[in-house]
T-cell receptor
Framework: DQQVKQNSPSLSVQEGRISILNCDYT??????FLWYKKYPAEGPTFLISISSIKDKNEDGRFTVFLNKSAKHLSLHIVPSQPGDSAVYFCAASALSPGGKLIFGQGTELSVKP | DTGVSQNPRHKITKRGQNVTFRCDPI?????LYWYRQTLGQGPEFLTY????????KSRLLSDRFSAERPKGSFSTLEIQRTEQGDSAMYLC?????????????FGPGTRLLVL
C-alpha cells in the first residue's frame, strides 16, 4: 500500500526554466509534508516543508503547494540550475504517534545547461 | 560538524554474519529514526526512539534486527545472520522532540552489501 506516490520517475528541464515535481498521497491523516533532495551515496537533505493548515510555502527558489482536497502537493523550482540535478523525495507524516516519515519513490531531476 | 553522523559508511559482509551500525544524532535531538532504502525506492521507516525508549517498530524489522539507544544519545542497529535481501542503504535521522517541529535531519547513511 503506497501511501505517498511520485508517479514521474524522472524529469528533464532546461537551465533557467521552472521544474515542477509532483506528489500524491492517500492518507488524510497526514498533516505535514516535506521535500528532500538526495545525491547518490548521500543521505537526504531537507529542502522545504508545509503544514496541512497552509496551501503554499516559499523559500527562495523553492515553493511547495498543497491541495488537500486533491491530496496532491508539488514542488516548484524557479529558476532551475544544473546544481539542482538530484533525486527529489516527497515525504508525509502524521503528528501522532511518532512522526515517522512516509516517502514517495522519488523523481530524478536533470537540469541541462 | 554538528550534523547526524553514521559509521561505517560502507560495509561488505558475507551472508550469515552479524553487522552493527552506529548513528550519532544532532545534539539535543531526543528523537532518532532508522530507515532503510533500496535501489529505486524511497526510504522506508524501520524504528524510532524518543530518548532511550524505542516507541515504534515497523513490521519490516524482523527478529534478526535489533536497535538500541542506551543513553538517549547515539544509537546502534544490529543485523544478525545477514541475508542478501538485507543489502540496502541504512539511514539514520534525528529531530527535536518539540511538538510542531517535524523536520528530520538525515545522516549520510551506511551502505550494506551482503555477499
Amino acid at each position: 500500500d503506497q501511501q505517498v506516490k511520485q508517479n514521474s520517475p524522472s524529469l528533464s528541464v532546461q537551465e533557467g526554466r521552472i521544474s515542477i515535481l509532483n506528489c500524491d498521497y492517500t492518507n488524510s491523516m497526514f498533516d505535514y509534508f516535506l521535500w528532500y533532495k538526495k545525491y547518490p551515496a548521500e543521505g537526504p537533505t531537507f529542502l522545504i516543508s508545509i503544514s496541512s493548515i497552509k496551501d503554499k510555502n516559499e523559500d527562495g527558489r523553492f515553493t511547495v503547494f498543497l491541495n488537500k482536497s486533491a491530496k496532491h502537493l508539488s514542488l516548484h523550482i524557479v529558476p532551475s540550475q544544473p546544481g539542482d540535478s538530484a533525486v527529489y523525495f516527497c515525504a508525509a507524516s502524521a503528528l501522532s504517534p511518532g512522526g515517522k516519515l512516509i516517502f514517495g519513490q522519488g523523481t530524478e531531476l536533470s537540469v541541462k545547461p | 560538524d554538528t550534523g547526524v553522523s553514521q559509521n561505517p559508511r560502507h560495509k561488505i559482509t558475507k551472508r550469515g554474519q552479524n553487522v552493527t551500525f552506529r548513528c550519532d544524532p544532532i545534539s539535543e535531538h531526543n528523537r532518532l529514526y532508522w530507515y532503510r532504502q533500496t535501489l529505486g525506492q524511497g526510504p522506508e521507516f524501520l524504528t524510532y526512539f524518543q530518548n532511550e525508549a524505542q516507541l515504534e517498530k515497523s513490521r519490516l524489522l524482523s527478529d534478526r534486527f535489533s536497535a538500541e539507544r542506551p543513553k538517549g544519545s547515539f544509537s546502534t542497529l544490529e543485523i544478525q545472520r545477514t541475508e542478501q535481501g538485507d543489502s540496502a542503504m541504512y539511514l539514520c535521522a534525528s529531530r527535536p522532540g518539540t511538538s510542531g517541529v517535524e523536520t528530520q535531519y538525515f545522516g549520510p547513511g551506511t551502505r550494506l552489501l551482503v555477499l
